[in-house]
């Protein structure tokens, strides 16, 4: 079978988030998808199948981090669809049954796909004690997010913090279910981009993740309320940076970039 690492939300190689991608007729065991995905040894590999026609989705989709299962994965459901779509397996909207609802993936001409996320909701809560240590920064506001991604979303006061962040990964693996989201407004509005993230998720083993779809879930509503608009565009990253167009429609949230396949070859086992 074929297996590819696409780098999404990026329209160039080895930029954005490299995701492995592998298609099949049906989902093997789970100790089988848990170790390819160990095996790839990127932030996500995502398994996809198709689906009886006539249903609610077009496509059963898991994602694996290298050591667990999670629930909500933007980078690797974009680069899923852009292998069904570049490999001519599907045209115009994808529907995907996957752990956190039906998601939906949409191709444009110009080779941008649209992601149809769940928004997060946001609570307001206290900083944990230790986050100002573990992130190596003051901490403007902390908000909780949706069970669905499980983040803190960690608002700090620009974007040169943001960027010169040196966490300490091993206390923030305690201080939340998968991850922080570190945010910051753009330091020079009109470069491209309205505000800065880095995601660090060393509870689930990653401990930077270079461009994730669905922490913009959460940063999308965050933001749009702070800026008064509702399409939006992220940078996000440390080393690899990538771009994430978001737009907030109510309890939904759609998520566009590009993406490129780097590698393709056969998986053997």
Do not use: Y
């Amino acid at each position: 079978m074929r297996i590819r690492n696409v780098d999404a939300f990026t329209d160039r190689p080895f930029s954005g988030n490299p995701a492995g991608v592998v298609l099949l007729d049906a989902f093997p065991d789970d100790h089988w998808l848990q170790k390819v995905a160990a095996e790839v040894n990127l932030s996500e590999t995502a398994f996809a199948h198709p689906l009886p026609p006539g249903g609610e989705a077009d496509w059963a989709l898991r994602w694996f981090t290298p050591v667990t299962e999670v629930d909500m994965c933007g980078h690797a459901t974009l680069a899923t669809a852009h292998v069904l779509h570049t490999t001519g397996r599907a045209t115009g909207t994808v529907r995907f049954a996957a752990r956190c609802g039906i998601l939906a993936a949409t191709a444009a001409a110009d080779g941008s796909l649209t992601l149809d996320f769940p928004t997060s909701a946001l609570t307001p809560v206290p900083a944990p004690d230790g986050l100002a240590k573990a992130l190596g920064a003051e901490v403007v506001s902390v908000h909780d997010t949706s069970a669905h991604i499980g983040d803190l979303l960690v608002e700090l006061a620009d974007e040169a913090v943001v960027r010169a962040l040196s966490p300490d990964f091993a206390a923030l693996a305690t201080l939340s279910d998968r991850g922080v989201i570190a945010t910051a407004a753009a330091g020079e509005p009109g470069r491209g981009h309205d505000f800065v993230s880095r995601c660090f998720f060393p509870a689930v083993g990653i401990d930077e993740d270079p461009v994730t779809g669905s922490a913009h879930t959460a940063l999308a509503p965050f933001w749009s309320a702070r800026l008064g608009r509702d399409d939006l565009t992220g940078l996000q990253g440390g080393s690899r940076t990538g771009l994430v167009r978001t737009a907030l429609r109510g309890e939904r949230t759609l998520l566009t970039g590009t993406a490129v396949t780097v590698i393709e070859g056969d998986l053997l086992v």
